[in-house]
């Protein structure tokens, strides 16, 4: 909990007050002090497996078997007929279908979708998601907003880090993800009209 308070407070300091010119050098001295830290403090070992997994160019090793854990769970609804591939298989599907006895959802937002929903639901969500996407850059790109961009940064992040990750899986990071996407498509459609 201090490492998540300090790391805001350099955050918050590093980033106050600055143009756009500043704020690269800021967080590019952030990324630096943050790399010094983690080499310092001993804390390299996750990188440095990872890096041991990229040089025998398995990919599903180095994705700590995500590749594996996706097909299980499109074979899953595609052996069970046209209804469940156009419809899914509900809610918690990953789970209920025990697929994994340690792992609990598929950990990409796009395969949890077509598990659950099926693709008229997976078809939507991108629908959804391509709007708030071209949104989110639209307001990167002309909002003089600094708040607005950090909020359509994250949601861009977030939807980047669902790709390997169950971010639309727990109900803490799909609530700040209905935010970010509610405040992003506000603003646009404020700016619109």
Same mark, same amino acid.
């Given at each position: 909990?201090?490492?998540?308070?300090?790391?805001?407070?350099?955050?918050?300091?590093?980033?106050?007050?600055?143009?756009?010119?500043?704020?690269?050098?800021?967080?590019?001295?952030?990324?630096?002090?943050? $790399? +010094?830290? @983690? &080499?310092?403090?001993?804390?390299?070992? #996750?990188? /440095?497996?990872? =890096?041991?997994?990229?040089?025998?160019?398995?990919?599903?090793?180095?994705?700590?078997?995500?590749?594996?854990?996706?097909?299980?769970?499109?074979?899953?609804?595609?052996?069970?007929?046209?209804?469940?591939?156009?419809?899914?298989?509900?809610?918690?599907?990953?789970?209920?279908?025990?697929?994994?006895?340690?792992?609990?959802?598929?950990?990409?937002?796009?395969?949890?979708?077509?598990?659950?929903?099926?693709?008229?639901?997976? $078809? +939507?969500? @991108? &629908?959804?998601?391509?709007?708030?996407? #071209?949104? /989110?850059?639209? =307001?990167?790109?002309?909002?003089?907003?600094?708040?607005?961009q950090v909020i359509?940064?994250?949601?861009?992040?977030?939807?980047?880090?669902?790709?390997?990750?169950?971010?639309?899986?727990?109900?803490?990071?799909?609530l700040m993800m209905?935010?970010?996407?509610?405040?992003?498509?506000?603003?646009?459609?404020?700016?619109?009209?």
């Amino acid at each position: 909990m201090l490492g998540v308070l300090v790391s805001l407070g350099l955050l918050w300091f590093f980033l106050s007050g600055a143009n756009r010119k500043q704020l690269m050098s800021r967080l590019l001295i952030l990324s630096v002090l943050s $790399l +010094v830290i @983690i &080499l310092l403090t001993n804390q390299d070992a #996750i990188l /440095a497996n990872t =890096l041991g997994y990229s040089k025998e160019y398995d990919l599903d090793r180095f994705s700590a078997g995500r590749v594996s854990i996706w097909n299980k769970a499109i074979s899953v609804v595609l052996n069970e007929g046209i209804i469940a591939t156009l419809t899914g298989l509900g809610p918690d599907a990953f789970g209920r279908w025990g697929l994994d006895r340690v792992v609990i959802q598929p950990h990409n937002a796009f395969v949890q979708c077509f598990m659950e929903f099926g693709l008229l639901g997976l $078809l +939507v969500f @991108i &629908l959804f998601i391509t709007k708030t996407m #071209i949104n /989110a850059v639209h =307001l990167l790109k002309n909002s003089d907003d600094q708040l607005m961009q950090v909020i359509a940064a994250s949601f861009i992040g977030g939807m980047a880090f669902s790709l390997v990750d169950g971010i639309f899986y727990h109900a803490y990071p799909l609530l700040m993800m209905i935010f970010l996407s509610a405040t992003i498509n506000a603003q646009v459609t404020a700016i619109r009209t």
